[in-house]
């Protein structure tokens, strides 16, 4: 990925500069507590969790110099980037969620946060659009390797599992990062941090697929299916169900 393209990448993503902004200084705390709450409400669904997004990115928009504000809306929006009814909503979504996360960045680079939702937002335009391609890839490995560097433990070994994922599912060199056992050595580690949080568990299984290690593939995707849901992630836990019951019926397969 050359310079000139990833610069493109990251200037073509900005919130509406044009667009005024909706909230004074003394409504901020008030949105600010009902859009935490409509966050905190389980299971997770799209409807509350767009109006949570809406309303987290117009405290943003009201508090630019705020980084807690920013990175929260762009965590709260990457929900709609990954779960937008089409491709057009969850597009924009992860748009506007780039460009809240950067300011993060910017803000405050000497924590996780913004540079974890950053590559986290990255990804999920990757997901819908393709036209981003290797630079996406190249976006989301730095950011997520700076966010590793300040705290991989953060969002359950969040960092780790990430950057495992990437290797795992881009193409090996020179093409690419690509590597199935890169991959599984991060996802080791994330799963050695927090070794009951199936979304790891999950992602671990994958990689031991993909190394030629179905048995133990298998029997993590088991315990994956046999957790319960886990706190405060319910939604997303039936989303891990889910991919596990596919990872299953892949893994049997010799």
Not at 16 to 26: E, K, Q, S
Not at 34 to 53: G, I, N, V
Request: hydrophobic share 40%; net charge positive; proline share 5%.
């Amino acid at each position: 990925v050359t310079g000139v393209q990833t610069c493109a990448f990251r200037s073509s993503l900005k919130l509406d500069a044009d667009r005024p902004v909706a909230l004074t200084a003394a409504e901020v705390p008030r949105v600010r507590a009902e859009a935490a709450k409509l966050e905190s409400e389980q299971p997770h669904t799209l409807y509350r969790m767009t109006k949570a997004a809406r309303m987290f990115e117009e405290v943003a928009r009201a508090t630019p110099q705020d980084f807690e504000a920013q990175w929260k809306a762009a965590e709260v929006i990457s929900f709609v980037a990954e779960n937008g009814v089409d491709k057009d909503s969850r597009a924009q979504a992860a748009k506007t969620g780039i460009a809240l996360a950067r300011r993060a960045r910017e803000l405050t680079p000497d924590r996780v946060e913004g540079h974890y939702w950053y590559a986290i937002n990255v990804g999920l335009l990757a997901d819908v659009d393709r036209s981003y391609g290797l630079n996406a890839v190249a976006e989301i490995e730095a950011a997520i390797k700076r966010a590793g560097e300040l705290d991989e433990r953060y969002d359950y070994a969040g960092p780790l599992r990430v950057l495992g994922v990437l290797h795992l599912r881009t193409p090996a060199p020179p093409v690419s990062i690509g590597s199935a056992r890169k991959g599984l050595r991060l996802l080791e580690r994330a799963a050695t941090l927090f070794p009951g949080y199936p979304e790891n568990q999950l992602y671990l299984a994958e990689a031991l697929r993909d190394n030629d290690r179905r048995d133990e593939a298998c029997q993590l995707v088991r315990q994956v299916l046999a957790a319960p849901a886990w706190p405060g992630r319910q939604a997303e836990s039936e989303t891990w169900r889910a991919a596990a019951r596919k990872l299953l019926s892949c893994a049997e397969k010799k």
